[in-house]
């Protein structure tokens, strides 16, 4: 039979390729898929390989199941993945679209636009029990324990959300205040920063994206700016021209959600280990993994290696005849870093510290933790204070506490445990011990013995709180005013500190009475800090801030007679050391930011 030959093409204007021949182009034919299927299966055990990533579920959940890559994107990670583990792991990136990448070091998908917005990735073998129905992650479960005993308590100002689903930023909202004038300002009869007024829309962006950035700075217009660790608007002409601001959490609430019961899963078998879920399975097959994979055997020592070839020939002659090559070794994974936890030695309530990122945690109200705060507050309210509260009109029995949430900032605390070694190092091991501090308990949370570490009191506006919290203290704006300088204050007492705090539509700042506008029902915010005293300095009799006296003018710590330096100062009280001295109640102050770390935002009402 003849040959049918396909009809000849008709060139057209601007046909290049039908005018230099009759015959159709043949374009080149797509690579093989042969590879890619290669790719995907293990060499040794020849099961397949898939790549998951971690989805919500359709009931509410958020990163409980468990979803396969599609082909192509799994042959790019598979791709990728390998080629990480041939460079030294240089490689450990791999851009998924325009908008997010995977990271193979800490196997997660993150957003470029936002790191911290990531989902867990996963990479498993296909196993014969496995079927196509989405399940809870071995990781995902990991983070949810983890959520049920901290993150579901947990509160961060730095909006870091470990999803990478835009749905969650609207979770919260935060609301940026200044302090302005009622009235129309002193001029017109009115008042001065006495009310707080909302900044609009666009400008509370810049400052929260300036905030979660953690910039010191954050610009408003031409001629403002904020400075975020000393929560004030300033102006660029002239910075002491300034005026308080305050941020505000706003909770939205959430779009109900059509309830979804949930399946009980089959209750295991005991007695035959039947019943057991998927994750269960994956769980043991992780354990078979981590066993196999064993480091290489060391060599032996002289006195042993006569009486171990004997033993080991025999069993290489019994194996050599059915057992061919050993196929190349898998390379093992490199050992995980240590946690964080290792690196920077934080306290020991610190939840869960496994990244550098600045963390609030609620405490448990139930845990001894928040007991001994809120025996620490009724225990330390001296009685005079209830009879006069001298700031305001709102008297108390009892200072209550409503919550307690612990500050975990990895940077400021590496800093400050720095500087209590370094005044531990210097005092040649141990600092002379100062006695009867009110707040020394054996139920807190341990101290440094050594540096003089106590946990006191220090009371703000509620406004400032978490400035100084995730910036630290900043002693260029301290008063010379007080009485022992410009230093940072702190007391024992926690109605002493009492006096200085304000919430609510409250704009004063510090000791100043009359100008106090705090209800009854406001829950007031008082700040909890570890503070190193280390060498300090007993100022039983008070030498006078006037000029020409010892303290006018101060910005640092005294000095001995021999050129050294105090570490702090402690302004005795009437109740120690009599009448001569001056205060009421001791003061403690340090001139050095290093040495204070604000541990706690407590939260408290005056309660009649």
Request: charged content about 30%.
């Amino acid at each position: 039979s003849k040959k049918i030959m396909p009809p000849k093409r008709k060139a057209r204007d601007g046909d290049s390729t039908a005018a230099a021949s009759t015959t159709p182009a043949v374009t080149p034919a797509p690579a093989p898929t042969k590879v890619d299927d290669d790719i995907l299966v293990d060499k040794k055990t020849k099961k397949p390989i898939k790549w998951y990533w971690a989805g919500d579920s359709k009931g509410g959940g958020h990163q409980d199941v468990r979803i396969v890559y599609s082909g192509d994107v799994s042959v790019k990670l598979e791709t990728a993945y390998q080629d990480y583990l041939r460079n030294t792991k240089k490689n450990k990136e791999l851009k998924l679209d325009a908008e997010r990448y995977v990271d193979f070091e800490d196997m997660v998908q993150r957003r470029y636009d936002d790191v911290k917005k990531q989902r867990t990735v996963e990479r498993l073998l296909e196993g014969t029990d496995t079927d196509t129905t989405p399940t809870p992650s071995k990781a995902i479960e990991k983070r949810a324990k983890h959520g049920k005993d901290s993150d579901s308590d947990y509160v961060s100002s730095d909006s870091d959300s470990d999803s990478d689903d835009d749905s969650s930023d609207d979770e919260y909202v935060a609301k940026w205040f200044w302090a302005g004038d009622s009235g129309g300002g002193p001029a017109k009869g009115g008042g001065h920063q006495d009310i707080w007024l909302e900044y609009d829309a666009a400008t509370s962006s810049i400052l929260e994206k300036g905030f979660a950035a953690s910039e010191k700075k954050v610009k408003v217009d031409k001629e403002r700016f904020v400075d975020m660790q000393n929560m004030l608007q300033r102006r660029y002409d002239d910075e002491t021209k300034r005026r308080g601001i305050k941020r505000e959490d706003v909770k939205v609430p959430k779009k109900k959600k059509k309830k979804t019961k949930a399946k009980k899963p089959a209750p295991a078998d005991k007695g035959k280990g039947k019943g057991k879920s998927k994750v269960d399975s994956d769980e043991e097959r992780d354990k078979k993994k981590k066993k196999a994979v064993t480091p290489p055997p060391s060599k032996p020592s002289s006195s042993s290696s006569s009486s171990s070839s004997s033993s080991s020939s025999s069993s290489s002659s019994s194996s050599s005849s059915t057992t061919t090559t050993a196929p190349a070794p898998t390379p093992a994974p490199a050992p995980a870093p240590p946690p964080v936890v290792n690196l920077i030695k934080c306290p020991s309530t610190w939840t869960h510290p496994d990244s550098m990122d600045y963390r609030e945690v609620t405490v448990d109200s139930s845990g001894d933790e928040f007991k001994w705060m809120k025996e620490l507050f009724h225990n330390t309210i001296w009685p005079g204070h209830k009879v006069s509260p001298g700031l305001s009109p709102i008297y108390y029995s009892t200072l209550d506490v409503t919550r307690v949430v612990r500050v975990q900032n990895p940077m400021h605390w590496m800093r400050y445990r720095s500087r209590r070694d370094h005044i531990i190092d210097s005092a040649g091991g141990k600092c002379t011990y100062v006695t009867k501090v009110l707040t020394a308990s054996p139920r807190s949370p341990p101290v440094e013995g050594a540096a003089n570490e106590f946990f006191l009191f220090h009371g703000l506006n509620s406004a400032n709180a978490t400035g100084i919290c995730k910036f630290g203290f900043d002693p260029r704006y301290c008063s010379l005013d007080g009485m022992y300088g410009a230093g940072l204050y702190f007391a024992e007492n926690s109605s002493k500190s009492n006096q200085y705090s304000h919430s609510g539509a409250c704009t004063a700042v510090g000791f100043k009475p009359g100008a106090c506008r705090c209800a009854q029902s406001d829950e007031l915010c008082m700040l909890v800090c570890r503070v190193t005293l280390g060498d300090t300095l007993i100022e039983n009799v008070f030498r006078g801030n006037s000029p020409g006296q010892f303290w006018h003018g101060r910005r640092t710590e005294p000095a001995k007679s021999g050129g050294a330096i105090y570490n702090s100062v402690l302004g005795e009280s009437k109740i120690n050391y009599g009448g001569s001295a001056a205060l009421q109640l001791r003061e403690y102050i340090v001139y050095e930011s290093s040495q204070v770390y604000p541990e706690y935002k407590v939260y408290y009402k005056r309660v009649k």
